[in-house]
């Protein structure tokens, strides 16, 4: 999504703009290999109103993947506070799920072993 949004209308995506496709793929590599891309690809253009709707879906998938990390890193402080053991025996997220099946903490801790 953050390359989509970076590129926008491939004729915009030129030698100047490498350095920021770096930093997306974390490869220059990959970066020369898109630019390359790019310049050889014969697809048509897309149109302007096209271009808005793609730029708006780019940012609604990246404002989520924000939201995820700071859900995740939220389930990682409660779990570490509320559950350090179950936490390090089967991870941060089964524990998260198997508390909410159970109901609590305390209706997991009376489930039998087997």
């Not at 970066?31 to 609604?60: P, V």
């Not at 089967?90 to 039998?112: D, M």
Request: aromatic content about 4%; hydrophobic content about 40%; some cysteine.
């Amino acid at each position: 999504a953050r390359l989509a949004k970076l590129i926008g209308v491939k004729r915009s995506l030129t030698e100047e703009r490498l350095s920021e496709l770096t930093e997306i793929t974390m490869d220059e590599d990959v970066s020369k290999e898109i630019l390359d891309a790019s310049r050889s690809s014969m697809g048509t253009e897309i149109s302007e109103y096209d271009m808005i709707h793609i730029n708006s879906f780019a940012s609604r998938v990246i404002s989520l993947s924000l939201y995820r990390k700071q859900l995740h890193e939220y389930l990682l402080s409660k779990m570490a506070a509320c559950a350090p053991n179950l936490s390090a025996v089967i991870g941060e997220l089964v524990g998260a799920r198997l508390i909410s099946h159970a109901g609590s903490l305390t209706n997991l801790a009376k489930y039998p072993a087997s």
